[in-house]
């Protein structure tokens, strides 16, 4: 069918204003939803960094698992404390933050290659947290374990800065 001249004079385009009315309305629905999606993230992360807090010494601990859930060579990443816990070939315990020494960037853990890599610059990290390649200069910092009826418990009040490594940073069985 033809579109007569009449049609076409009457004809306004596209009803601009509703859809501009509905884009709108989308718009704040989408605004809506991330600001719920924000509120509940932000619950969560608060909600899953709160701490056990130990009524003997009124220090803050995480519990990172039992020791039978860590096999020698094993590192675990630990979400709500920021840390890892990487268990040595002789058996010990040794908690790692994830801030990298350089620049602060999350430092994963390359489980192929045994190592931290930083994403940012390149910093590689063992397992027990001593720097393998720079720019990174001082290894990782350490939280202290501690060990209670065969639960691993992370002292999370603060991360301890080291030079080097020694054994008195490691948490024997
Ligand atoms: S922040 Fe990790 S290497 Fe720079």
Redesign the pocket.
């Known amino acids: 069918m033809r579109t007569t001249q009449k049609q076409m004079e009457n004809y306004n385009g596209p009803e601009k204003p509703q859809r501009r009315t509905l884009l709108n309305r989308l718009w704040a629905l989408l605004g809506l939803l991330a600001c719920i999606e924000l509120s509940w993230l932000t619950g969560s992360i608060l909600k899953s960094r709160k701490t056990k807090t130990d009524s003997a010494d009124g220090e803050n601990y995480i519990d990172a698992g039992r020791i039978e859930s860590f096999k020698p060579g094993d590192v675990k990443a630990i979400p709500e404390g920021l840390l890892y816990v990487s268990r040595l070939d002789d058996g010990s315990f040794i908690a790692l933050s994830r801030t990298?020494?350089?620049?602060?960037?999350a430092?994963p853990w390359n489980e192929e290659n045994q190592k931290f890599v930083?994403?940012?610059?390149?910093?590689m990290f063992d397992r027990t947290g001593v720097v393998i390649n720079?720019?990174?200069i001082r290894p990782l910092d350490y939280f202290p374990v501690r060990i209670e009826n065969g639960l691993i418990r992370v002292n999370t009040d603060k991360p301890i800065k080291r030079e080097i490594f020694e054994p008195t940073q490691v948490t024997q069985v």
């Open positions: 990298c020494t350089h620049l602060g960037c430092i930083c994403p940012c610059h390149g910093s720079p720019p990174a």
